[in-house]
């Protein structure tokens, strides 16, 4: 079973609806998703969001947000940057969980001392 750990950067809101975009993504951070459904669901929770916030506030420059291997960016998309910038909302970062350590009481290593 694949599990993922999300890590949240939050930048600077620009005016209102990015405030409430990054206070919404900042209930995410430092979140763990035990398996691809609930990492998928979080996706689309997302993306929710920012179609509610695109409707909410249709006189401001869209959030758009985009995603690969390893990240999820929630940019506004200025669209007056011929270069690409756009303004950064909020980036998460994805770590796929390779394992997991538990703590156990067994013994598992004896511990071989001197003679004193």
Do not use: W
Not at 74 to 94: E, L, M, R, S, W
């Amino acid at each position: 079973m694949t599990s993922y750990f999300i890590e949240l950067n939050e930048y600077k809101p620009q005016n209102r609806k990015c405030a409430e975009m990054a206070e919404f993504a900042n209930q995410f951070g430092n979140t763990l998703c035990p398996d691809k459904i609930s990492f998928d669901a979080f996706k689309t929770e997302l993306e929710a969001k920012v179609k509610e916030l695109n409707e909410k506030y249709p006189k401001t420059m869209p959030l758009k947000i985009s995603s690969s291997s390893g990240f999820i960016h929630i940019d506004q998309d200025t669209k007056t940057h011929n270069n690409g910038c756009d303004k950064p909302v909020a980036y998460f970062f994805i770590y796929r969980v390779k394992r997991i350590y538990r703590f156990s009481e067994r013994p598992q290593i004896e511990k071989k001392g001197g003679s004193e």
